[in-house]
């Protein structure tokens, strides 16, 4: 299996705070789960966590390389940047990472956050998600619990199975 590719200062173990989330599920296709990945502009439909995502400089619907949006979760504005993009194709994963920020100073928090989507053997698929973050919110984030991380991430990948497979339908 794949893994995902990390930018200097945000590797795990070095990080303030660490989320991973993986879901394999049988009966959908890398295919079928991206777009409601790359088309931000979806994910409100599916986890109440994210909302008010909007495009700069006039890109959009789907993400690519370079691209600039907004989003609020977790209840913080996010300004992104993303800085991995890599549509899933035969014998290939799917790729999508954005570097992530909110605040200034002392408030600042800075994230990476990644995606691989890639199809496995027998008609299954494998969806991960993990994040690391920077700065004092995350120092507080990381000793949360229950972990609102890993559970709110765990909420994207159920809602995004659940989007594909309606819409496979």
């Known amino acids: 299996m794949n893994e ?12 303030a705070n660490f989320a991973s989330n993986e879901l394999i599920v049988a009966d959908l296709s890398a295919v079928d789960v991206w777009p409601f990945l790359a088309e931000a502009r979806r994910w409100p439909s599916y986890y109440e966590n994210s909302a008010n995502v909007r495009f700069h400089d006039g ?9 600039r949006f907004y989003f609020e979760t977790f209840g913080f504005p996010v300004e992104a940047e993303v800085v991995e993009y890599v549509a899933p194709v035969d014998g290939e994963p799917g790729r999508v990472a954005w570097h992530g ?12 956050h ?4 890639e199809d496995l053997s027998d008609g299954r698929v494998r969806i991960l998600t993990q994040e690391t973050q920077n700065g004092e919110p995350a120092k507080d984030l990381a000793k949360t619990r229950p972990n609102p991380m890993i559970n709110g991430h765990q909420d994207w990948l159920d809602g995004l199975v659940v989007a594909a497979r309606k819409a496979k339908v």
């Open 4 to 15: 995902i590719f990390w930018p200097k200062g945000y590797l795990p173990g070095f990080s």
């Open 59 to 67: 890109a959009g619907p789907v993400l690519a390389e370079g691209t």
């Open 101 to 112: 920020w909110s605040g200034d100073g002392a408030t600042r928090l800075d994230v990476h």
């Open 114 to 117: 990644a995606w691989l989507v």
